[in-house]
């Protein structure tokens, strides 16, 4: 992939998020543009074609089409063996899908959203990501578990929470959060390919969002490998990393911050579990400043453990504090404006970024 | 007991030809003879839902002395067990199912090696029902590297994936759920084999149960649902866990059968009678109505919440070795000392895997990192203190 750069759309209508487009070798604008929906969607269909041992479980999967339309056309196309609609009953059929990958199928399970996966939270754990260590090789689990993850909008504290950290701390999981189309694509191919059990985090506001994508991409061998991050956009300053959607907000941070005179490397993770230490590390000893960025709560949680990694590896190239940008401590509010500051905007990113420059008056005591 | 032998005057002048191990000289050899039997089980079977199968079991020479060999090593293993763990070889839980070896061994004479079983924790004997070695149950039970787990399972952790043993799960209730995806897996590779999910009474109320129960029924997949009831789950009788103990009934919709679990034989037809219906109809229930003489786990006399009068009444009374033994005899299979000889070999088979588990080591410290994956990626992992022992996992 060349060097990232960024570029002023003039007079178009641009979607919510400016996505940082990369450099084609021609500069035409003929960069296909695909939905994360569709590049989730399109992934599934590959992968279930390449592969027989590929199916599909959750709730209104098939006939609904999927209650976020991840999986529309798929019961038409493979029919109701390899797209099966289950019951509302998330311990069985999560139990089920880890069952069949212990014969050697590769089950997909979603999760209508990850809140409901503590219902099934012992079978992903004690049942998936243990098994291979507990058998001594002899039972690998080659699932995939998914769904959207994080604050949606507006739907209160039971339906919001990001649980990253959670599965990310487990070990014998493999925890991947794409941000782009790219990512989704190239993540869930790798996901359903991989012989362990993977958590693969989308995010409910990410699936309308446009991304541009490479016929590479596209094309259906195409594959990211898992435990490396993604370079978004090069900087000198300081390092913001962030996975997920608040890759997104990171990137309007960046070019705040570069109205400022301050140049932010942002680092997209899209893998939380293996986490991607040397890349992290190898930004931090460039700009000896870190800002983490999550949406999940923030005890224990991803930044904590960035920060940590940080602190024993490259303690000496620290010039601040880390920073951490998280969100609030809290079960999330519905009101509007509650839910607003319950969750990570752009100006927390950049008020921090420019608190690890040393660029900003210092904050009043904390009460 | 009703009696029928089939005899033909060819296969009996061709044995009296064979050269006899025997020292009696008219006996005929048991250890090959596959003449059929056909005997009674004596408790009837009761059914919900369906046609009960009929009380006249076939069986065979070969058969029920396999049996009492089987059941005689699988109880020398589990007191065996007993005394390693009270000498401290064993650490940390031990179940033993010194009692229920019925189950295991009717269960193996119904079916092949291509239908799965899973179980809970209570599966050393399971295991070896599944073709398991008792080299690999001494060893992974003291946590040395010749264990079927090389020593990283432990009691609860025994798989063997060659035979479709599926393990061994700590969690209580979690193996339903999950056998009923191996067999979901069977129906979807069109096997024509089936899964046996063995879970206790204490598990029976467990909601992810009903769950894949539905789920099973909804989709037709052949899955055996086997209760074993010992009538205990740890120290509560069922009586105070379960408002209907009548488990092979739980299913509603799903048909059920109850069955005496100490009796081998019963075990067998009715575990012959279940793949048949699930390869047909789906999802069938077995309640094995069983005893284990042993408390629910080393650390548990068994004794507070039951009489010894009761322990030792079922022994007496229904036993299933005792039951085979007396078959044995009362057919002129083999003489008591024929098999009092098969006890003391498989006593001396079991001391001497001890003595070979023993010395077997303990894994190497870098074992501590392998098969955390499948496909490492070649990401690092780290013991207590990083700093100091990092690994690359494979």
């Known amino acids: 992939m060349l060097g990232v750069v960024r570029q002023k759309m003039l007079g178009q209508s641009l979607p919510k998020i400016r996505p940082v487009v990369s450099v084609l070798r021609s500069y035409s604008s003929a960069a296909k543009q695909m939905t994360v929906r569709d590049a989730l969607n ?12 590929v199916f599909l479980m959750g709730e209104e999967v098939g006939e609904y089409q999927g209650a976020y339309k991840i999986s529309k056309g798929l019961l038409e196309k493979y029919g109701p063996e390899r797209v099966r609609d289950t019951p509302i009953t998330e311990a069985g059929f999560a139990g089920i899908g880890v069952g069949a990958a212990y014969y050697g199928l590769k089950p997909v399970v979603e999760f209508m959203t990850f809140n409901f996966s503590m219902q099934a939270i012992d079978h992903i754990i004690n049942s998936a990501a243990k098994s291979n ?10 699932i995939v578990f998914r769904g959207p993850n994080g604050a949606a909008a507006g739907v209160g504290a039971q339906h919001s929470q990001c649980y990253a950290a959670w599965y990310a701390s487990c070990p014998g999981l493999k925890v991947l959060t794409p941000y782009s189309s790219e990512d989704a694509r190239g993540l869930l191919k790798a996901a359903i ?27 259906s061998s195409f594959c990211l490998p898992i435990g490396k991050a993604k370079i978004e956009r090069v900087g000198r300053d300081v390092t913001i990393t962030a996975f997920s959607r608040m890759v997104g907000h990171a990137l309007k941070a960046a070019e705040i911050l570069e109205k400022d005179g301050i140049d932010a490397e942002v680092i997209n993770l899209r893998s939380i579990r293996p986490l991607d230490r040397s890349t992290i590390n190898a930004s931090v000893r460039k700009t000896n400043r870190l800002i983490t960025v999550e949406e999940g709560f923030p005890q224990h949680g991803v930044g904590a453990e960035i920060c940590a990694s940080v602190v024993e590896e490259s303690f000496a190239y620290l010039d601040a504090p880390v920073e951490r940008i998280a969100g609030a401590d809290i079960p999330m509010p519905y009101a509007a404006n509650l839910e607003r500051i319950a969750v990570p905007q752009v100006e927390d990113i950049v008020r921090a970024a420019k608190r690890a420059c040393y660029r900003s008056v210092p904050l009043a005591a904390a009460a | 007991m009703a009696l029928s032998y089939l005899r033909s005057s060819s296969s009996r002048s061709v044995n009296l030809l064979k050269p006899l191990s025997s020292s009696l000289p008219l006996r005929r050899p048991i250890s090959t003879d596959t003449t059929p039997i056909t005997v009674e089980t004596s408790v009837p079977f009761t059914s919900h839902q369906c046609d009960a199968p009929s009380c006249s079991v076939e069986t065979n020479p070969k058969e029920l002395l396999t049996f009492f060999r089987d059941m005689a090593l699988m109880r020398r293993m589990e007191i ?16 033993l199912y010194d009692g229920q070896e019925a189950v295991a061994v009717g269960m193996e004479a119904a079916i092949t090696k291509k239908d799965c079983i899973i179980t809970a924790y209570r599966d050393h004997c399971t295991f070896i029902g599944r073709g398991g070695t008792l080299l690999e149950v001494f060893a992974e039970l003291m946590g040395r590297q010749a264990g079927c787990s090389k020593g990283k399972g432990g009691s609860m952790h025994f798989y063997k994936k060659d035979s479709n043993f599926y393990g061994g799960h700590g969690i209580v209730g979690a193996q339903v759920p999950l056998g009923c ?6 129906k979807y590779s069109k096997d024509e084999t089936v899964t046996f999910a063995l879970y206790g009474d204490g598990a029976a109320n467990q909601g992810q149960l009903f769950e894949a129960l539905n789920i099973s029924a909804l989709w037709d997949l052949p899955a055996i649902l086997v209760c074993e009831n010992n009538h205990y789950g740890m120290g509560t009788a069922e009586w105070r866990a ?9 299913g509603d919709y799903v048909p059920g059968l109850k069955v005496d679990g100490m009796d081998a034989l019963a075990v067998k037809q009715a575990c012959k009678f279940a793949k048949e219906h699930a390869l047909k109809n789906g999802p069938i229930i077995l309640e094995m109505d069983t005893y284990r003489y042993h408390g629910h786990s080393m650390s548990d006399p068994g004794s507070t919440y039951r009489t010894r009068d009761e322990i030792s009444g079922v022994r007496q009374e229904r036993d299933p070795i005792e039951r085979i033994r007396k078959l044995i005899l009362s057919h002129d299979l083999a003489t008591e000392k024929e098999l009092k000889d098969i006890e003391k070999e498989v006593r001396k088979e079991v001391d001497d895997t001890i003595t070979q588990a023993k010395e077997s080591p303990m894994p190497e410290p870098s074992e501590l990192f392998t098969n955390v994956y499948a496909k490492g990626l070649g990401v690092e992992s780290f013991g207590a203190d990083r700093k100091e022992v990092r690994a690359t996992l494979p």
């Open chain 2, 80 to 95: 065996a067990a007993d005394s390693l763990y009270k000498a401290k070889l064993i650490r940390g839980f031990c179940h």
């Open chain 1, 193 to 219: 390919r991989d012989p362990d059990p993977v958590v693969f985090l989308e995010n409910e506001l990410l699936y309308g969002e446009s991304f541009p994508v490479s016929d590479e991409v596209l094309d």
């Open chain 2, 242 to 250: 379960a408002k209907s103990p009548a488990y092979y009934k739980r």
């Open chain 2, 181 to 186: 995806g191996l067999a979901f897996a069977q």
């Open chain 1, 42 to 53: 399109s992934a599934l269909d590959e992968e279930m074609s390449a592969d027989p041992k």
């Open chain 1, 133 to 142: 260590y507990m058998s001594a090789g002899q039972m690998s689990v080659p």
